[in-house]
């Protein structure tokens, strides 16, 4: 008499079940968005058939295709979407148990490395298939090592940076990325700043969240979970 269906909003890129949603304002377009939804009850009608639909209110994806959750990986406090999770700001940083090696390890061992988006002007710490956004603030520390003059003084801009400011900093950035000689020193920058512990760790530091050891989380974890599921933030 029904059909019964998991989460439809948008979630997690390939998600299998729908529970870790990074939307609440779209059908996941993975399963056929909002035109296939219409189909669907179109046929259910057509067969006097209802539907059961699992709505899960409590808890999105801690992952940064979430936009609410990337908001508060960039500002935590500070980000318009700071008080729609669950999270202990009275703790210093914002704890992420993700990586599968102890954080001396994974420094040393060149797992960590800084990415540069040329579109979106911005700058992220790539780990597996993580990327996890820098606060703009925390840019000062890496434009302070680039060679190119007219991307270093971005820096002090940045470290007085606000969330509405620093999307105008990022568009300035990106569009002077453009040109082949900024793009490759920015390029450069990051990589050698990658190559480097003693560089990359200060930026780390810098940031609103900690990247942590997975076998962490049930010691110091700074966030509401579902369940002991990391991955979903309450």
């Known amino acids: 008499g029904h059909l019964y269906t998991s989460p439809l909003f948008a979630a997690r890129p390939e998600s299998t079940h729908g529970y870790d949603a990074i939307s609440l304002r779209q059908i996941d377009p993975e399963i056929g968005g909002e035109d296939g939804f219409a ?6 009608q057509s067969h006097a058939i209802g539907h059961l639909l699992d709505f899960v209110p409590n ?19 500070e980000s318009p979407m700071a008080r729609i999770f669950d999270i202990d700001w009275n703790e210093r940083r914002l704890m ?16 960590l490395s800084l990415a540069f988006d040329p579109d979106a002007g911005a700058f992220s710490l790539a780990y597996a298939d993580r990327s996890l956004p820098l ?6 520390l890496l434009l302070s090592h680039c060679g190119d003059r007219a991307v270093a003084e971005f820096g002090p801009e940045f470290a007085r940076s606000d969330p509405a400011s620093a999307e105008t900093l990022k568009s300035r950035l990106a569009d002077l990325a453009r040109t082949p000689r900024t793009a490759s020193a920015i390029s450069e920058l990051a990589e050698r700043v990658s190559r480097d512990p ?17 076998r962490l989380s ?16 309450g």
Do not use: C, K
């Not at 189909?39 to 259910?44: H, I, K, Q, S, Y």
């Not at 606060?135 to 000062?140: A, D, E, G, I, Q």
């Open 59 to 77: 808890h999105m994806a801690a992952h940064e295709s979430n936009d609410w959750w990337r908001s508060v990986l960039e500002w935590g406090p």
């Open 135 to 140: 606060t703009p603030p925390s840019y000062v």
């Open 198 to 214: 003693a560089l990359l760790h200060p930026i780390l530091e810098a940031q609103i969240w900690r990247i942590a050891y997975w």
């Open 96 to 111: 992420l148990p993700i990586l599968g090696v102890p954080y001396g390890d994974a420094l040393g061992e060149d797992d």
């Open 39 to 44: 189909r669907l009850v179109e046929a259910l």
């Open 218 to 233: 049930r010691q110091a974890l700074t966030y509401r979970r579902f369940f002991e599921i990391d991955e979903l933030v």
